[in-house]
């Protein structure tokens, strides 16, 4: 298993408020991004994703916004728990990059009980 | 339904020797994935196969890296000989169609030391 790093981005936060994550992505020709959730000891989990076509996306608890124009993705995450403590990785995949998945740095979110 | 399995969790090894990793997908998923992630940085592709071919392996850093993945079924990554700076996590994941939008199932890592 792996332990997160050191020196990642933190947000903390109170538990049953709102949490967002933000992610800035490199390439303007991707057109497919995911976020993840890395838990301690454990593998990125798929959370959501979004369409270069849309700029909005729900599911439950969270919420993707894309915004193409500067290359910005966020994650907001609803009444975050203690569960939801653990590190957020954004990632993008696109026609020119074939298959690959490229992932941004990572950063921690502490939930406060 | 088992998820991504790897092998060992940990390996620590001297400078010079060699190391064997292993990945067990999804059993159905053609598509196989390695990443690696070194000192906290971002998690990096290695590459990609489709059954037994390698459909991308441009993020393989140099040629002491080899991966194969007889049989279409589990894979391997061998470091040969390791590096200092190989020291990291490596992570495999699987995808059942290998589109881009096709989920991507992580296993729990390894978790590579090199002294």
């Known amino acids: 298993g792996e332990s997160v790093g050191l020196h990642l981005p933190t947000l903390s936060v109170q538990e049953g408020d709102n949490s967002i994550i933000n992610c800035a992505y490199s390439?303007?020709?991707?057109?497919?991004f995911i976020w993840y959730k890395q838990e301690s000891g454990k593998g990125p989990q798929f959370i959501i994703d979004?369409?270069?076509?849309?700029d909005k996306r729900q599911g439950q608890r969270v919420t993707v916004l894309l915004n193409k124009t500067v290359k910005h993705l966020s994650l907001q995450i609803a009444a975050t728990q203690p569960g939801d403590s653990a590190v957020y990785f954004c990632?993008?995949?696109?026609?020119?990059?074939?298959?690959?998945?490229?992932f941004g740095a990572g950063t921690r979110l502490f939930v406060k009980a | 339904e088992a998820g991504v399995t790897q092998f060992p969790s940990h390996s620590v090894i001297e400078k010079g020797q060699t190391v064997t990793l292993r990945c067990d997908p999804i059993?159905?998923?053609?598509?196989l994935y390695w990443y690696r992630r070194v000192m906290g940085k971002e998690i990096k592709f290695l590459l990609h196969?489709?059954?037994?071919?390698?459909?991308?392996e441009s993020g393989m850093p140099n040629n002491r890296f080899l991966a194969e993945r007889t049989g279409g079924t589990y894979s391997t990554l061998k470091v040969q000989p390791a590096e200092l700076e190989d020291s990291g996590v490596y992570f495999c994941?699987?995808?059942?169609?290998?589109?881009?939008?096709?989920?991507?199932?992580f296993g729990p890592g390894t978790r590579l030391t090199v002294l």
């Open positions: 979004i369409r270069s076509n849309m």
């Open positions: 059993s159905g998923h053609d598509n």
């Open positions: 390439n303007s020709a991707s057109d497919y």
């Open positions: 196969f489709v059954k037994e071919s390698k459909q991308d």
């Open positions: 994941a699987s995808s059942q169609d290998g589109q881009i939008t096709d989920t991507q199932y």
């Open positions: 990632a993008e995949a696109g026609k020119t990059g074939g298959f690959k998945t490229i």
